[in-house]
């Protein structure tokens, strides 16, 4: 149980296009999602934090109106990274609160390239 | 701001070698801590968990941790590893009343066989 899946996988997309990610937990319902983003080598950033029906708490740094957070349904939350550069590709990764409202369930990543 | 470091970066060690990794974080309040692992090509899996209680936690594949407040320190332990142990393990830790984790570096840990 408690899984959670994204998608794409990976994407490549040109400099000045936005891309959506979508989160979503198959089998459990997830009032509050996160997404964090890893660079290569690195450790996981948390950007933000994503709550069902309400606006999405962003961490300090992280450029809200860059990465648009929509969590409008108990088991789906989207990532739209706007109008995407060449430092903005990187490894996004959500995971989703379990259900017993302690642990997070992550999601396989997804690999974003931008050219 | 709350950070958490480990301390091996990489690791390399025959099978039925012991393992410790160590991980510190800096926050001094009520803290949740956590082990993730990441298979090559898989998404991360928890491994074992401290919230409160008995600070010596087993998790899942023969896995332990140890909770030192005073050390500010959660080392993951394991007596024999095996080729299979071969992936990415990472730290975490969340404050008390926090949502998200913070996460540390990483360690790449390679058994060989």
């Known amino acids: 149980g408690a899984v959670v899946s994204q998608h794409p996988s990976w994407v490549i997309c040109k400099s000045g296009t936005s891309v959506k990610i979508e989160c979503r937990s198959l089998?459990?319902?997830?009032?509050?999602m996160f997404w964090y983003r890893q660079f290569p080598k690195q450790s996981l950033m948390l950007m933000a934090t994503?709550?069902?029906?309400?606006?999405?708490?962003?961490e300090q740094g992280v450029e809200k109106d860059k990465f648009l957070i929509n969590h409008a349904s108990l088991t789906l939350s989207t990532l739209t990274v706007t109008s995407a550069h060449p430092e903005d590709s990187s490894f996004y990764i959500c995971?989703?609160?379990?259900?017993?409202?302690?642990?997070?369930?992550f999601g396989p990543g997804t690999r974003l390239t931008v050219l | 701001a709350q950070s958490v470091s480990q301390h091996n970066h990489h690791v390399i060690l025959s099978e039925a070698a012991s393992l410790e990794l160590g991980c510190n974080y800096s926050?001094?309040?009520?803290?949740?801590l956590f082990w993730y692992v990441q298979y090559p090509g898989q998404h991360l899996q928890l491994l074992l968990k401290?919230?409160?209680?008995?600070?010596l936690v087993k998790g899942i594949k023969g896995f332990e941790a140890e909770f030192i407040k005073s050390k500010f320190s959660f080392n993951l332990r394991k007596p024999s590893v095996q080729w299979s142990d071969t992936a990415e393990y990472f730290c975490?830790?969340?404050?008390?009343?926090?949502?998200?984790?913070?996460f540390g570096k990483g360690t790449h840990l390679i058994i060989q066989p």
């Open positions: 995971s989703a609160r379990g259900p017993t409202g302690r642990e997070q369930f």
């Open positions: 089998d459990f319902q997830a009032t509050t």
């Open positions: 994503s709550n069902e029906g309400s606006k999405a708490t962003y």
């Open positions: 926050y001094g309040g009520t803290v949740n």
């Open positions: 401290y919230f409160s209680g008995d600070p």
């Open positions: 975490a830790v969340r404050r008390g009343g926090a949502d998200g984790l913070t």
